[in-house]
């Protein structure tokens, strides 16, 4: 995110109405997915259920869109939001949720995408943005809670889960980076396009992978898919997508980095069954102060 732009669009000063619900719903949504994703991918595979999940939503909200008016973007635009919403579904939110299927908790697993913020400055850095000392060691630090988590018992006995949780993120990063950079489509279209191409290329994906439904799923798993669809989809991404259109501050944009893993560590802690061994809780305190110096440093 450029830092000549944020502020054209949103001075210092009281947070516009709209900003601060879009943060709510990313603060609060996005923070109980975690423990939903565990809850669905106990039903259905991973890519499988995410290819479901995103083509129900853009399906539900390009019908919304057309009948209110909404024109499409063009082919430009279109292959711009494209790219991102591969980036962002399938590298991000599809390396968690594989991750979450091979046992990483999901309280953890927010942990480790709490990161993103600090991703996120390493790939502006690489873009031309100036990166001040403050961020380098923020990302030094964080980095560094990042190996405590790893090394935990919880995810350490996962490699492969680790893996995914240290790549999904950084590929998050990338295409939050790259959304301000090349062509879009604007407003709610862009999360359309964007969840439509993830989920057209997240099922030949899962089929590849030798993902196959091969029992009913219990009704949990179809009201945790059903959750994530509408609010982890709908309303959540659609916020996150407004946010980055709004272009707003860095350390407001990122902030909720830092509070959906509480709510998610609570969550699993208390409807998931998961528990934080010593050294996983100086991990995640280690990240998330990581995150916020990466943010402070970027205000």
């Not at 635009?77 to 046992?103: H, K, Y």
Request: hydrophobic share 55%.
């Amino acid at each position: 995110m450029r830092r000549s732009t944020a502020p054209a669009k949103l001075a210092p000063g009281p947070v516009r109405l709209d900003i601060a619900l879009a943060l709510g719903v990313l603060y609060l949504v996005w923070g109980s997915t975690y423990l939903g994703i565990k809850f669905a991918v106990a039903g259905f595979p991973p890519y499988l259920m995410l290819s479901i999940r995103f083509a129900a939503a853009s399906l539900l909200l390009a019908a919304f869109l057309k009948l209110r008016g909404v024109p499409w973007p063009s082919p430009k635009e279109a292959l711009g939001s494209a790219v991102v919403g591969l980036l962002l579904l399938i590298g991000g939110m599809g390396n968690v949720s594989v991750a979450e299927s091979l046992g990483a908790p999901s309280g953890l697993a927010a942990v480790m995408v709490a990161a993103m913020p600090l991703w996120l400055s390493l790939f502006v850095g690489l873009m031309g943005e100036r990166t001040t000392r403050l961020e380098i060691v923020a990302m030094l630090v964080g980095l560094g809670g990042v190996v405590l988590l790893s090394r935990g018992g919880s995810i350490g006995g996962h490699p492969l889960a680790v893996v995914l949780l240290l790549t999904g993120p950084m590929l998050w990063a990338l295409g939050s980076a790259l959304n301000t950079r090349i062509p879009h489509a604007r407003g709610a279209m862009a999360t359309v396009v964007q969840m439509a191409a993830a989920g057209a290329v997240l099922l030949p994906l899962g089929l590849l992978r030798g993902e196959r439904l091969l029992e009913a799923p219990g009704p949990t798993a179809w009201a945790a898919l059903a959750y994530l669809a509408v609010f982890g989809s709908l309303l959540g991404f659609s916020a996150y997508v407004y946010l980055l259109n709004e272009r707003v501050r860095p350390a407001l944009m990122t902030s909720y980095a830092y509070v959906n893993p509480a709510i998610a560590v609570l969550l699993g802690m208390a409807l998931g069954g998961e528990h934080l061994t010593p050294i996983e809780l100086l991990g995640t305190g280690v990240v998330l102060a990581g995150v916020v110096l990466v943010v402070a440093a970027r205000r």
